[in-house]
Structures are given as structure tokens and as C-alpha cells.
């Protein structure tokens, strides 16, 4: 199968056999990639986590219509992101990870001949670009080619975000070219204006960018003609660096903190672990577990032994960003933090509406979990019972759901305003709704009002 | 028919311009080699001062700032 998503790089195009990922390569990337092998740099870059691990390989037949010289296959990579998934940290851990790429290759003679952000993944919690074709010659560019890429996939959304303290994933959501520059200049006036960098990579760059469009195409053939030092490139680089490290996030989230301001009792909590570790008991490791409204992710290291990726969801930026930041040493191999609205999912889009495949269609859990879930999706989204069971269904064959009863404090308070939503929320309907699609394997109160519920789907 | 320099991804004759302005005194004489006169309307008219963030880099835009 050829990706939907790699056409617009004419030199290398990504296809699949099965699980394997392989990418077709031009007679110049072919030389290029064999340059930078022998040069040790893709050795370099491989060990200090920078790019995925690959190789080339010979006994593989391209598809028809793609560049065929080499043929270079990659580790694949559990869990493939989109930046407006990501929290305002590891939207600048990829930014930095992009820009060290491009610096050690600066080293050997290679520049990265763009810079989208969807060429990098987070591989666990660490971002890793994938698009191992990424590398080019230095002496092929003039200037710092992907300078204007960037700047729209990275720069642009984190000073959105610390700057105006607007959270950047709307803005990114089904974006395929990032945030222009021009829409942040109408964002950031007044005295956001004289923030760092803002008056160069932001204003002039917008103004430049506006005379520009009407500038005859013999002066366009003369700017392209520019040339830079390598080393001037370099510096440019150094100083976009600094400036993204020191980029801090003005937007606190709503349920940050959340945890460890809750009601609940000690023995609540540690009846609620012991049914999850009973319930992911399984023999075997197993790919991929999904934690939905995974919060600072309490219960989803409960995950981590279990099985060999876990994805942790939330729909609040903050609480997604305080997960990133807490995971530790072998967690962030396995664990992802993901900002995704369980009942407003990532959709598919760009070229045919296919090019970045949608949220459910990247993330397949053999399990998931939805702890204290079910109510905010009923009562605070006004999702019925039963679309919220049949939600669970569609996302995985197995399931640990907690449902919290009417009368329980956090559903009287969250439905205070609007009783009539309560209307139909309600334990036996749910266990009925339940019942239709699932097997209970097992059910336990783990306190007065909350009932915890490992289900297996009826089709398994 | 312009050759195209860089692969298939074009800076942008903005994003060009921008980094010759980020790249200081070298991107002066790069600007000067661009023939400065043609091109420095793509770069006057401001209607507000520039503010002088990266010191002397930005002095040929204020310098030459006189409009069209």
C-alpha cells in the first residue's frame, strides 16, 4: 500500500507490506542516503534517538509509479500523532528535536530539506522524525530551506500559545500546512508585539511575505539566487533554538491539579487499582491500551507492564502536558499523552480527505479504559447512554468502564444546572445497554456510588 | 526557465528575504548582491517604526526605509 500521505516529496515516497515500512527513493536520494550512511551521520542520528532506526534493503518490490533507485525500510512506529494532538511541550520537544536533526547534520555536510511537523512521531513520549529522507546535501541549499515550514508548524502555534494564551490544537486541527505566519501578525498586537522574535519571524517576515506577492517573478529568480555561508545557516538555526527553548506555555489547564484535589477516599482508589490489575492480568503483553480522560494518568501506568504501548487521552491541553512532563524514565518508552476529545476525535484529512489518516483509524486498542468518563459524556456532552456504550464498542474489544450512579456528588454538581439530562442516566440502562454488546467478565462497587465493569465485546 | 535551486520545497522568496535579514552583516552583502534598489520595496512602507530587536540586523530595513 502506498501512504496517502507521501506525495509531495518527488525524490522518496513512503509504501507498506503489511506491518513493514518501506520508502522508495530516486537516483539522488539514493545518493544522498548512501552519502549519508557512509558519512556515519545516519549512525549518528539513529543512536541518539533523533531519527527513526532503518536500513537499506534490497529484496523489496516497489509499487508501480514510485521512485525506485534504493529502497530504505524504517522501525515502525506504534503510534503516529498529528501536532494538534500534542500538548504545548511536545509540540516544542518536536520543534527542538527537528532543529538539533538539522544542526548534528550540519556537522557532516547534511541539512533537513524541510521541517513539518508531521515528520516527526512520538515514539512513547520522545519525538523521533520518521522521514529518514528528510537529509539533503547542504551545498543543495542557499539558505535555511525549511525556515518558512518551521516557523508555520512550530514557531507560529507556540507563540500562539505563549504569547496570546491561546491553546494552538484548534488551530492546527486539520491544518496540513501548520499556522501562517500572517494569521499569528492579526493575533499578536499591542504589547504581545515586542515579545522575543515576534517583531522579525512574525512581523516583518508577514510583511515581507504580503509585498512579496506582487513582486515580478525576474526579482523572485533573483532572490532565489541568494546565497548564504553554511555557517551563517547554522547561526540562524542556533538563534531559532534558543528562542523556541525559552517559549513557556501562558494557558493553565482546567482539571490540572484535578487528581489530587478529588474526593476520593484512599480504600476507593486502591479498590479501583486492584480491579484494573486484575482485569489486565492477561498472560501475554499486548500491543496497545487506550486510557480515555487518562487526566495526570494516575491509573494509566497501571497500564505500562501490561501491555507494549499505551495511549492516554484527554481533551484538556494542560492536564495532557502535566502527563508528558511527570512520565519518567521507562514510562516514556511506552506511554503517549495525547490531547483528543474522546466524542470529537481527530478526523482524516488534507489531499482526497485522506492524506493524515484519523484518530481512530491510527490508534487500534486491543484495550481501553474509561474511568470516571461515562458521565461527562453523558451529562456534561448530552451523549446518550447508549451512543456512549456503543462508542466503547467501536473503540475496543475490551473495556474497563466505571459508571457513577445519579445520586453520587460529581454528577449532582456537573448536573445542577440542567436536571433533565439526567433523565435516562441510570444503572440498570446502562448495564442493559452494556449487555447488548458485551460479555461481563467482571463487576465490582468500588464505593457507595461507583461501579467499576470489565467487559469483553460479545463478538470476541 | 529558472533552474529551481532547492528541491521541492520552495522557501519562499519571504522567507528568503527574512533570513537574510536574520543573518546580520552577511546577509547585508547578500541583500547588496540582490540588487537592493529592485527589491526594497517589498520591504519599505512601513507605517510603523520597526522595532530594533536584533540590534544591528535590522538596520538596512530602517535605513533604506523611505517607501516606493
Known sequence: MIDPGSFRDPDSQVFYIGERVFRGLSESAASVDAAARDAGLMDRLVASGMLVENWRIDDVEVPAGLPSAAVVESRRIPVISHPAEWSFEMLRDAALSTLDT????????????????????????????????????????????????FVDHFLAPLMLEAYAGVPFQPTLSSSVVGMPVQMLDRLLRGSRRYRSGVTTHVRLRSRIERKVDGMPDERRSDVAGVALPAA?????????RKLVSKLESS??????GY???LPYAEDETAAKKAFIEAATADANIRPLA?????????FTRLLIDRFERVVAIDSDPGVVGSLYRMLEGTERDGVTPLVVDIVNQSPAFGLF?????SFASRVRPDFSMWLAVVHHLCIGQGVPIGKVVQLIGETSPEAVVEFVDPNDPMVRRISASRPELLDGYDRDVFETHLGLQFTLVNRESVSSTRTLYHVVRCDR | MIEPIIGYLDPGSGATILQLVLAGTVGIGALAKL???????????????????ESAESAPITSTDTGE
Open chain 1, 102 to 149: 538539522n544542526l548534528a547534520a550540519m556537522d557532516d555536510g547534511f541539512v533537513l530539506k524541510d521541517a513539518s511537523s508531521f515528520n516527526v512521531a512520538f515514539d512513547g513520549a520522545k519525538p523521533v522524525t520518521m522521514d529518514v529522507s528528510s537529509l539533503d546535501r547542504i551545498e543543495n541549499h542557499s539558505v535555511w530551506t525549511a525556515y518558512g515550514q
Open chain 1, 232 to 240: 551563517v545557516i547554522e547561526a540562524n538555526i542556533r538563534k531559532m
Open chain 1, 251 to 256: 494557558n493553565n489547564g482546567h482539571w490540572e
Open chain 1, 259 to 261: 487528581e489530587h484535589a
Open chain 1, 290 to 298: 487506550l486510557d480515555v480522560g487518562a487526566n495526570e494518568g494516575m
Open chain 1, 353 to 357: 480527505g485522506r492524506e493524515r489518516p
Open chain 2, 35 to 53: 540588487r537592493w534598489n529592485r527589491i526594497k520595496g517589498a520591504l519599505g512602507q512601513d507605517d510603523e517604526p520597526t522595532e530594533p530587536a
